[in-house]
């Protein structure tokens, strides 16, 4: 902030006090009796508006909080570029309470930690906790019920771009993942034909009823050769590579949408996706306990359950 913004906040800051205080002693120098005798000028169906003073107790309260706010404007930040004398601010009371939270919760997180990923998910207060971590940290991606939208992948099911074990998913929350599906128009032919063509044959390999739809036979004949071209990623037979995040196409998962359309889109123009390292968010003992959470939710927990750790 510049010197003249600094100055311009306090000066409308003190301005602002000072007239307050001015009108209170204004209105308090007036006295019941010169009140009664007058008036504010205003009047209406015979009633005359008189100029009383405040009550003494509402007067009691406007110097109060004269005085409240002069003390806090000097101790905490209010006054442009002044932190005030006791030095607060936002960010050293969030470390604080951050602090506070990790002292308190930072045993029992440690405690998770050391329990297998494979074996935390059959205890419910653990799940209880990544639960709530979940909500707070990637359900706004992934939904409350995580189970995904449009362009953010369910992870409710037991499909995976990266893999499902409980070390993959450490890594994905950990260090996140960055996808990317090329444009692809131009390798199998730059026309819309073409770019249908490959549509119809990629559906086809996840619903075997398309082939046998009007002209979709040819379409995937011309198409097949083609496919070569998405291979090196996708595999020979479309089911996809999970050291690459690409999506095995032989599935009923469709993570931008099952439509002709949606697939010709995504030929066409290509995709990109991002999940977001968490690693400076979290401590590697949250992560642990989220990971064990999102593992429970395709992997069903022992049923006879276990004690707390």
């Known amino acids: 902030m510049s010197n003249f913004w600094s100055w311009f906040i306090i000066v409308i800051v003190a301005i602002n006090l000072l007239g307050c205080a001015g009108l209170l002693l204004w209105n308090n120098s007036i006295s019941a009796e010169e009140a009664a005798k007058e008036t504010t000028g205003h009047s209406f169906d015979g009633i005359v508006e008189r100029n009383s003073p405040l009550p003494r107790w509402w007067l009691g309260l406007f110097i109060g909080t004269l005085i409240f706010a002069c003390v806090y404007l000097a101790l905490y930040p209010g006054l442009g570029k002044f932190e005030g004398m006791l030095g607060w601010t936002s960010a050293s009371q ?4 951050v602090a506070l939270v990790e002292r308190q919760t930072g045993p029992l997180f440690e405690q998770y930690a050391q329990v297998p990923i494979e074996e935390l998910i059959n205890y419910p207060e653990a799940l209880a906790v990544g639960g709530r971590l979940f909500a707070n940290n990637c359900a706004i991606c992934h939904g409350s019920d995580a189970r995904g939208a449009k362009g953010y992948p369910n992870l409710a099911d037991d499909v995976w771009l990266y893999g499902g074990s409980a070390e993959q998913i450490v890594t994905t929350i950990t260090a996140g993942r ?29 619903r075997p009823d398309v082939a046998n739809k009007g002209s979709n036979a040819a379409a995937i004949e011309r198409a097949k050769p083609k496919f070569v071209m998405c291979a090196a990623c996708h595999g020979p037979d479309g089911s996809g590579n999970q050291m690459l995040g690409a999506p095995n196409l032989t599935d009923a998962s469709w993570l931008y949408g099952p439509r002709l359309e949606d ?47």
């Open 178 to 206: 960055q996808g990317m599906m090329p444009p692809m128009a131009a390798a199998i032919g730059n026309t819309d034909d073409a770019v249908r063509d490959m549509a119809i044959y990629v559906q086809s390999l996840s």
């Open 94 to 97: 969030y470390d604080s309470e």
């Open 263 to 309: 697939i010709e889109y995504t030929i066409r123009n290509g995709r990109s996706g991002n999940m977001p390292a968490h690693e400076n968010l979290l401590t590697k003992e949250r992560i642990h306990v989220i990971s064990a959470y999102v593992y429970s939710l395709s992997h069903k927990p022992d049923t006879k359950g276990l004690p707390s750790p």
